[in-house]
């Protein structure tokens, strides 16, 4: 595992503390957030799209990058944003979701992409035909595509949304091949949906009080960090 996502003191409205962690390459973490409301934006945050929230975001080291300033000064968008129905376009196929931003002028992907997207779907664990439209999948379907664009795109680090009312992420994200060289992150509203997927020691739960300590949580090594130290945005961040 190499250095992948950190957050140095992130916060925004509606949480009641901050939130420091490390996710490494390969690594998983989560955070439980009061409610969807403050789970959207923190999300938004750690992404870049949102506005308002304090905080430093780095992955492998580097500032990421806001998905809206690739085209302005060529920075590269460096985390992934998938949200709880998947963030497709419904006129799109599944496969044109994944590609989407690199299909041809007047629609279409070329051999490569589509072999591309394939794969990034196989490794999503999306076993079906990419060919068809969004509501002919399952909404486990939807997010398994959404998962498989985010991996297309070689986001180091992903923000996955784990929000009641939406399928559990447990069981679908669990496969090595499906986090390997990416380094992720569970934001969810109800602390019981990471039971079984992310250890208790890699989750910061800003629903039950602060804990005494002050280190950064880090995934497989660390402790859980103290809560003291701590738009159509979401098609395009993921």
Known sequence: MGAGLSLDAVRVDGMTRSVSLT????????????????????????????????????????????????????????????????????????????????????????????????????????????????????PGQRQQAGFARALFRRRPAVIVEDRTGFPRWAGRLDAAAARSGVALLVVTDDRRRLDGFVAAVDVVDLTSPAESAAEPVTPGRGRRASGRRHTRRREAAS
């Open 23 to 138: 996710v490494a390459v390969g690594g998983l973490a989560g955070v439980v957030l009061p409610d969807s409301a403050t789970l959207r934006r923190f999300s938004d945050a750690v992404v870049g799209t949102g506005d308002g929230g304090a905080g430093r975001v780095t992955v492998g080291g580097r500032s990421r990058a806001r998905p809206d300033a690739a085209g302005v000064d060529g920075a590269q968008p460096l985390i992934g944003l998938v949200t709880a129905d998947g963030g497709l376009l419904p006129h799109l196929s599944l496969r044109e979701n994944i590609v989407f931003g690199r299909l041809r002028a007047g629609g279409g992907a070329t051999p490569r992409l589509v072999d591309e997207a394939d794969t990034a779907a196989e490794r999503a664990g999306l076993l079906m035909s990419l060919d068809r439209y969004p509501h002919r999948a399952t």
